[in-house]
């Protein structure tokens, strides 16, 4: 397979990402109950944000505005997770902490962050958080006997379409978990919960939560402006919270397939911290999920393609203050050419 640089992909992705804000989780959780969650509109037609632009005081005062808040009780009214079945009531401010972490992780990728809860996908996300209690966990749980069909069909909708989750304590913990997407070999392989957050045309969800089961729907792509970008990148280049970070956590990097075209093999990544040139080199054959590691996955988990890599997590740490410089480079084409 011919390989190939791709010098103008280099150069919008050699915009330094930084890690930051030892200060901004540090800040104490407020006790009282915030606001229920409202997303911002944006009117235009067509969005675009470089993250590079930004300033750490702007990502602070963003994370002001977004940090999850609440502390009291899960449920108005408590699920019942055997029979008979009830999808019981989610505390409203339990639910706007999960929006919150997801409009929060959107903005700092540079993708709109007014993603908003709709009413049936909640509904049916509750069903789905009910039925994978009640069940095995799966995407496409086991019927319970004593289930309703109906019930079941609409838990189903739901699992179906979402990611889905087992043992966080909140839903806001179970988004930090759905962009880390570092806990098992699978995930590490596509960052799938990953990219389905960060789908470009995603308007809106439905969020669930029983017995520490977590969904989030996340099949939607209902926004009508058009979404430009290059690249979505996590972490995004410029100023990026060292809190939504760590060794384990893999890096990735998804083309916009409007833009770009690309071969299925012969990609390597170069990643140069800039303060004493260290290097990390990646292609096709480290396959080390548990430590140096990269992984290419071109199926449809919102944006069809992802590059991904991570250092061995022995040989590196994420300090304040770190600039590092990436550079994807074999068989990535400008769209409809064979042109690097």
């Known amino acids: 397979m011919r390989r190939r640089s791709s010098s103008h992909l280099r150069a919008l992705l050699r915009a330094p990402s930084r890690s930051f804000i030892g200060v901004l989780v540090a800040t104490a959780l407020l006790l009282a109950v915030p606001a229920p969650f409202a997303a911002p509109a944006f009117a235009s037609s067509t969005w675009y944000v470089d993250t590079a632009t930004r300033s750490e005081a702007e ?15 899960i ?15 989610v505390r409203a401010e339990f639910l706007a902490d999960g929006m919150r972490t997801i409009n929060f992780a959107r903005y700092l990728a540079g993708l709109p962050y007014d993603v908003v809860l ?20 799966s995407h496409e749980p086991a019927k319970p006997a004593d289930m309703s069909q109906s019930f079941y069909d609409t838990g189903l909708r739901s699992t179906k379409a979402s990611n889905i989750g087992l043992g966080h304590s ?3 913990s179970f988004q930090m978990s759905c962009l880390n997407d570092s806990s098992s070999a ?37 926004r009508t402006e058009k ?31 409007a833009r770009y075209d690309w071969d299925t093999t012969g990609h390597t990544v170069r990643l140069q911290r800039v303060e004493d040139g260290r290097t990390w080199t990646f292609n096709a054959k480290h396959t080390n999920t548990s430590g140096h590691y990269f992984s290419t996955d071109f199926s449809r988990m919102g944006v069809n393609n992802v590059f991904v890599f991570r250092p061995d997590p022995s040989s590196i740490s994420y300090q304040p203050g770190d600039e590092f410089s990436v550079t994807l480079s074999g068989g990535i084409y400008h769209k409809g050419t064979k042109v690097p």
């Open 170 to 172: 909140s839903l806001a």
């Open 59 to 73: 990502v602070h005062q963003m994370w002001q505005q977004y940090q999850p808040t609440y502390s009291g009780p």
């Open 118 to 137: 709709n009413t049936t996908r909640t509904n049916e996300a509750q069903h789905g958080a009910v039925l994978l209690a009640a069940s095995n966990f």
């Open 75 to 89: 449920y108005s009214v408590t699920p019942s997770t055997k029979a008979p079945y009830a999808t019981g009531t």
């Open 186 to 222: 699978g995930n590490l392989r596509t960052v799938g919960h990953r990219r389905w957050l960060l789908n470009p045309p995603m308007k809106m969800t439905g969020l669930g939560y029983a017995d520490m089961r977590s969904t989030t729907y996340v099949f939607d792509k209902s």
């Open 227 to 257: 979404v430009e970008y290059s690249a979505i990148t996590w972490p995004s280049a410029g100023v990026f919270p060292i809190e939504f970070f760590g060794s384990e956590i893999p890096w990735s990097i998804t083309l916009n397939p």
